[in-house]
């Protein structure tokens, strides 16, 4: 601790260089740390491998006032970096924002093949998404809809009940945890709770729901993706002209149902999972 206290006081002091009784001098142009941003990228690699982590735990892993971690992760959780879910903590959309922008998606449960393989097999371009708090984003597609690309990588924080993708993952949540996420919602959202709320029991029953998007021109066909545990991961949505695709919605289902069921078998690694 002494000597991150000494590393953080002679980066926000240059003139103290050279004074930390014995180590070596940084030479001119080498980068320094700083105390700020150890602590923030800290707090969020302690969650990118311990995800879950309550307050306390990670005041303790960063071996700082709590005062000072507090600041921190308010700061990061107004950022998207973080979200906090049942007094624990996840990395938030800015996160996938980022994943996104860069075009990488790690191997996992998913990979870019298996989506490749969906758009071979139905025609229509294939999006996976995933929740970050209260919101959906995509992480890959697979497909040459430049419309719907375009408009998924301008628009990439979605509120769930925005998006098929969304309702269906928010469908595969427990009754209460979906109610309180609905109430959270503001007026401008009160005309798509209530659509979902009509879908709801249809989006259970069937492991399927649908959306209408870009003033109806787009049709959507979501599903998600389990792992073993049987927990929804992610979302997987077919989407494209609604005049070709709403009338082969039951045989987009089928296929869509298959591919996902298959993906939800395997065995990953943890650091692999979506």
């Known amino acids: ?91 938030g959309p800015a996160v996938y924002g980022l994943n996104l922008a860069s075009g990488h998606l790690r191997a996992g449960m998913v990979s870019h093949d298996d989506l490749a393989q969906l758009h071979h097999d139905t025609g229509v371009t294939a999006f996976l998404a995933v929740r970050a708090g209260d919101h959906i984003f995509s992480v890959a597609e697979a497909g040459s809809d430049t419309i719907v690309d375009f408009e998924a990588r301008t628009n990439i924080r979605r509120t769930l009940v925005a998006t098929a993708a969304g309702k269906a993952l928010l469908a595969a949540r427990a009754p209460a945890e979906v109610e309180a996420y609905l109430r959270s919602l503001g007026e401008n959202e009160r005309g798509m709770v209530a659509s979902f709320l009509s879908e709801y029991n249809e989006i259970r029953n069937t492991g399927i729901a649908t959306n209408l998007r870009l003033s109806g021109s787009r049709f959507a066909v979501a599903a998600v993706v389990r792992n073993k545990s049987g927990e929804a991961v992610a979302a997987v949505t077919l989407v494209g002209r609604t005049e070709d695709l709403q009338s082969r919605k039951e045989e987009l289902a089928a296929v869509l149902l298959k591919h996902t069921a298959q993906w939800s078998r395997r065995v990953v690694q943890p650091r692999e999972a979506i």
């Open 1 to 91: 601790m002494a000597d991150f206290q000494t590393a953080a006081a002679t980066a926000d002091d240059p003139s103290q260089e050279g004074k930390s009784g014995g180590a070596a001098p940084r030479r001119k142009g080498d980068p320094a740390n700083h105390r700020t941003v150890d602590r923030v990228t800290q707090i969020v690699e302690e969650v990118v491998y311990n995800p879950g982590m309550t307050f306390v735990e990670l005041a303790k892993a960063l071996q700082a006032p709590r005062s000072s971690v507090y600041g921190f992760i308010q700061g990061l959780k107004a950022k998207g970096w973080l979200y906090e879910m049942n007094r624990r903590f996840y990395l």
